[in-house]
Nanobody
């Protein structure tokens, strides 16, 4: 069974940075980060494919960066210039045949 474990969330002031990590129990084809706030649908933040291509939501373009390491078992989300509207629970998603979700990590941007 595929397990995804996120870490790195927390409280940060506006303009600050955080790096989220997600470690998979096996190598994953494509991985992504989503986020969700109460009352809204989960939205795609960033995606990295098996070949290394990336895609970002327009709202985070130029501020966030997704990368992979450790034989495609780890994915990072570097978040810079954070804004209050980035506050959400961030979820790691991996596809290996089926899709798998992590448990989520809270990111709060507030002064």
């Amino acid at each position: 069974q595929v397990r995804l474990v996120e870490s790195g969330g927390g409280l940060v002031q506006p303009g600050g940075s955080l790096r989220l990590s997600c470690v998979a129990s096996v190598s994953i084809d494509s991985m992504a980060w989503y986020r969700q706030v109460p009352g809204k649908e989960r939205e795609l933040v960033a995606l990295i494919t098996n070949s290394g291509s990336t895609n970002y939501a327009e709202s985070v373009q130029g501020r966030f960066s997704i990368s992979r390491a450790n034989a495609k078992r780890t994915v990072y989300l570097q978040m810079n210039s954070l804004r209050p509207e980035d506050t959400a629970v961030y979820y790691c998603y991996g596809r290996l045949g089926s899709g798998y979700w992590g448990q989520g990590t809270q990111v709060t941007v507030s002064s």
